[in-house]
């Protein structure tokens, strides 16, 4: 499928689930500490990742969450505000010996840390007691925790790729998306998943 055309269903497939959840969102039973937002009230997007959904290389108006946001504004007619917390290189968390001893506030900077867990705790800290007011969160994860130079290397094996995948993109994955719908009660999770790194369409002897 066409860059373009897989662009423009990615979009078309986010934003139809969104407004069906914003739709039907007073039709919803509360629970404890949920807040019933009013139709004036903006809505509140949160963006959580790594580059895929920074935008690595990107112009702000470019990147696919800009265009979310720009579509859900027109259809709602609500303002729309927006977190951003991914990164480039982001890892989804754990324990490691080797941080980086360089930190950037640059989402364009590749680093594997703040880990998507530790974007998490970052959004808690930020919206406090108003994080049930979240309505769309974004995310994306596990490529980095596989990592494509293990993807380029002929002696990784079959097997083990089978087994750092399932840890990752399943159990790691599995792990994170239930934290982020106990963190935000009320919010609509989309995980966009990434596109493929090589297809039928790569040109032979494509270098990078």
């Known amino acids: 499928m066409p860059f373009k055309v897989l662009r423009k269903t990615v ?3 986010i934003g139809l689930s969104v407004f ?6 007073n039709a919803l039973a509360e629970g404890p500490g949920d807040v019933k937002p009013s139709a004036s009230d903006p809505l509140q997007m949160l963006v959580l990742g790594d580059s895929i959904m920074w935008g690595q290389g990107l112009k702000p108006e470019q990147k696919f969450t800009w265009r979310v946001k720009s579509w859900l504004q027109e259809k709602t007619g609500r303002e729309v505000q927006t977190r ?14 080797t941080r980086p001893r360089f ?15 530790e974007q998490v705790d970052d959004a808690l800290r930020f919206y406090g007691e108003s994080r049930s007011k979240v309505d769309l969160i974004l995310v994306d994860g596990c490529v980095n ?28 994955m599995h792990d994170l998306l239930r934290r982020i719908i106990e963190s935000f009660p009320n919010a609509q ?16 002897g494509a270098s990078s």
């Open 11 to 13: 979009l078309l497939a």
């Open 20 to 25: 069906f959840f914003l739709s039907a969102g």
């Open 84 to 97: 951003i917390e991914a990164h480039s290189g982001a890892l989804l968390g754990g324990a490691s010996a």
């Open 103 to 117: 930190k950037s506030n640059d989402g364009e900077v590749n680093l594997p840390y703040p880990t998507i867990n």
């Open 145 to 172: 925790d596989v990592d494509v130079s293990n993807l380029l290397n002929a002696g990784t094996t079959a097997e083990w790729m089978r087994e750092r995948i399932t840890t990752s993109c399943h159990a790691g």
């Open 189 to 204: 999770v989309v995980v966009t998943g990434y596109y493929r790194m090589i297809s039928s369409d790569t040109e032979r």
